[in-house]
């Protein structure tokens, strides 16, 4: 998306604010010459332009490589967005974990901000999501999440659970199943693992590297017993 080429009607690319004048931005391109934002294109980013000064690093989009005053026109529009996005997938390929902050409560999750792009996480992705009913307790809370999927207009997220967060009896959590025995399954979730005891397997079917939703129900002597959901 962002390119170092020659850039092309549709490319987005990094410039240099140069400054303002009668409704327009001028951008410095480097070897590429000088672009501007104006017309239409900087009536509709009016509000973003305000804020920008001489010398601010920005990323725009090449609409025409050259309008009628010889200057590369460009575009605000979506940019900020498409970057950030791209930015995004990078960290999905590497599996780096973001900081989200919640701003919404759905019946399947929680919708979050990650800076500027929203993403949801479906309460089957999250480990440590209350009940279903107590979802928006979370509105305005920052959790770590990881991107799971990247489609042209959603992101879908997976809750990241700290290596030193506590767990209590009550919570849910997200595993694997990493066991199977006679006497129960046993369910890795983050650094720990828990056992669900056969009774509460309720004639259930399960198979190795499965994901699991359960409940913890008690911590004794460093063991964890899981119920199911």
């Known amino acids: 998306m962002i390119q170092e080429k020659i850039p092309k009607p549709g490319e987005i690319v990094e410039g240099i604010v140069i400054g303002k004048e009668r409704a327009a931005l001028f951008v410095d391109l480097g070897k590429w010459g000088v672009g501007r934002v104006w017309g239409r294109e900087y009536l509709n980013a009016k509000e973003e332009i305000k804020k920008m000064k001489a010398g601010d690093k920005i990323f725009v989009r090449i ?26 997938r990078e960290k999905r390929e590497k599996g780096e974990p973001i900081l989200a902050k919640v701003v919404k409560a759905t019946k399947g999750g929680i919708i979050c901000d990650l800076n500027g792009v929203l993403g949801f996480l479906p309460y089957s992705q999250s480990f440590f999501l209350p009940n279903k009913n107590d979802l928006e307790t979370l509105i305005g809370k920052e959790i770590k999440v990881k991107i799971a999927s990247v489609f042209p ?21 997200l595993g694997e199943v990493s066991g199977i025995t006679s006497f ?21 079917k399960f198979s190795l590297g499965q994901k699991v939703k359960a409940k913890i129900v008690k911590i004794s002597n460093g063991k964890i017993f899981l119920g199911l959901e």
């Open 63 to 88: 609409l025409k490589l050259e309008d009628e005053q010889g200057y590369l026109d460009l575009s605000l529009e979506g940019v900020k967005e498409e970057v950030l996005k791209e930015k995004l």
């Open 184 to 204: 129960g399954v046993f369910l890795k979730f983050g650094d720990k693992e828990g056992l669900i005891p056969f009774s509460f397997l309720n004639d259930k």
């Open 153 to 173: 207009n959603k992101l879908i997220l997976s809750q990241v659970r700290e290596a030193a967060q506590e767990i209590k009896e009550g919570e849910m959590v």
